[in-house]
């Protein structure tokens, strides 16, 4: 079952900076445009405290936008950011669980559905 085409087009950059408070980028950004009408767009976060940082987060959105690539396209796009997220999540404490006890990742994750008229933040 395919989308109906729409006039809308969608453009998407990342981009992301170290900052001032630390030596190495923690952060990590990726996107995935399914097609004309529907996108997602994460960026995560290392916590800067703590070590593995830079692997968290970019395993955080490796994981998550390979989850919702992977359901099929006729499952609302909510439901399929939801489950990416906690395929991360998993994928995260099943790789570094006990080793890295407190190691952590801010993500923040978007999605627009045109098709749908919808928006939402999926945030973990």
């Given amino acids: 079952m395919g989308r109906a085409m729409t006039e809308y087009e969608l453009e998407l950059a990342t981009a992301s900076d170290v900052g001032t408070e630390r030596e190495g980028n923690e952060d990590c950004c ?3 445009v399914e097609d004309r009408a529907c996108a ?3 960026v995560a976060d ?3 405290s703590y070590a593995g940082g830079e692997v968290a987060s970019q ?3 490796e994981v998550m936008i390979g989850a919702y690539r992977d359901e099929a ?3 609302p796009a909510g ?3 939801y489950r990416a997220v906690q395929q991360a999540n998993i994928a995260i404490y099943d790789r570094f669980y006990p080793i890295y006890r407190r190691l952590y990742s801010a993500l923040r994750s978007e999605f627009a559905d045109v098709t749908a ?3 939402q933040t999926t945030s973990t």
């Fill in 30 to 32: 990726g996107s995935f």
């Fill in 40 to 42: 997602i767009v994460a």
């Fill in 46 to 48: 290392g916590v800067s």
């Fill in 59 to 61: 395993m955080t959105v």
């Fill in 73 to 75: 396209p006729t499952i």
């Fill in 79 to 81: 439901q399929r950011l």
């Fill in 117 to 119: 008229a919808t928006e």
